[in-house]
């Protein structure tokens, strides 16, 4: 049973700007606040921006300021918008429930400097 579906992924320069989207199965999406997790082969997964069912969104230290978490309730999509982006940020991120379920694909970023 697929949950989270991510996309959006792909290759751009410092500076450069991506648009992450997941569509999430509707149980989850409607009743659970939902995240937006990065790793780094090797690293430990890092929660770096979530939504709570109520509106409220927060942000890792590392990522305040350049990215943006949104829902569409309509398309039950959660989107990730990554300005100003750093080579420090390639990393494959996923979407998912707080706490964590059964985890997606992911979807690759890839930064050069």
């Known amino acids: 049973q697929v949950q989270f579906v991510e996309s959006g992924g792909g290759l751009v320069g410092s500076g450069g700007s991506l648009r992450l989207s997941c569509a999430a199965s509707?149980?989850?999406?409607?009743?659970?606040?939902m995240g937006w997790y990065r790793q780094v082969p090797g690293k430990q997964r890092e929660l770096v921006a979530h939504l709570t069912s109520g509106g409220s969104t927060n942000y890792a230290d590392s990522v305040k300021g350049r990215f943006t978490i949104s829902r569409d309730y309509a398309k039950n999509t959660v989107y990730l918008e990554m300005n100003s982006l750093k080579p420090e940020d390639t990393a494959i991120y996923s979407c998912n429930s707080l706490p964590p379920q059964t985890w997606g694909q992911g979807t690759q970023v890839t930064v050069s400097s």
């Open positions: 509707e149980s989850i999406f409607r009743h659970w606040a």
